[in-house]
């Protein structure tokens, strides 16, 4: 089945250090959406990426997609404290009926 | 005002017993799911319901039963609770069935079963 792997699963960055976590698919992605949990809280949609090469910004986060649809990354410039939390990206699968999330990338800021 | 409620926010209960989550959402939306979240943060989609209709039915155990009495109420009942039963369990919403809608969480049940 389908698999979606998110690096790293950790990471750790100083204050205003930038920040990256990439989404890889064995398969093509038809799109790919991103969320962010806070810890303690609930997923919350971010964005979503449809056409190859896609590039979206959202204040101090970037999202990609790959050329090839098989992969995704979320770069976010100068964290802050309250960038904290896991992000996940998630995919289509089971015909477009529902969505499979990646492993997550848990982000820790130190301020 | 909350879009998508959950009660309880929190469940404690022994091993054995039986217990229900309730879902509701106000945001007119066709479409809910139940999620498991373990300890590792994997999220997994559980089951998804369409106007009351079941769609998705994952790979789990049948002690693990969804009602959907109207579009706006997904309820999950589990019966004879194990300990692997302990996670987050998020309900969630989307307008539409299928990928490309936002989906909407609701705030989450922690379980844990001793």
């Known amino acids: 089945g389908q698999q979606v792997m998110q690096i790293p699963q950790y990471q750790h960055v100083q204050e205003g250090e930038d920040f990256t976590t990439y989404c890889n698919s064995s398969?093509?992605?038809?799109?790919i959406q991103w969320y962010k949990q806070r810890p303690g809280g609930h997923p919350v949609f971010l964005i979503q990426l449809v056409k190859s090469g896609e590039v979206k910004k959202q204040k101090r986060l970037t999202f990609q997609f790959g050329e090839a649809k098989k992969n995704s990354s979320l770069h976010i410039t100068a964290t802050q404290t309250t960038d904290v939390g896991t992000y996940f990206c998630a995919s289509p699968s089971g015909g477009y009926q529902k969505v499979t999330f990646g492993t997550g990338t848990k982000l820790q800021v130190i301020p | 005002d909350t879009a998508v409620s959950q009660t309880p926010k929190y469940l404690v209960t022994q091993m054995g017993n039986d217990k229900s989550i309730k879902c509701e959402q106000n945001?007119?939306?066709?479409?809910m799911y139940w999620y498991k979240q373990d300890s590792k943060k994997f999220l997994k989609i559980m089951f998804s319901y369409n106007n009351k209709e079941l769609i998705i039915n994952e790979t789990v155990p049948n002690r693990f039963s969804p009602k959907s009495p109207d579009k706006a109420h997904l309820n999950l009942h589990i019966n004879s609770l194990e300990l692997g039963d302990s996670a987050v369990y998020f309900c969630?919403?989307?307008?539409?069935?299928?990928?490309?809608?936002?989906?909407?969480f609701g705030p989450g049940t922690r379980l844990t079963v001793l």
């Open positions: 398969t093509t992605l038809s799109n």
């Open positions: 969630a919403s989307s307008q539409k069935r299928g990928f490309g809608d936002t989906q909407y």
């Open positions: 945001l007119g939306h066709d479409t």
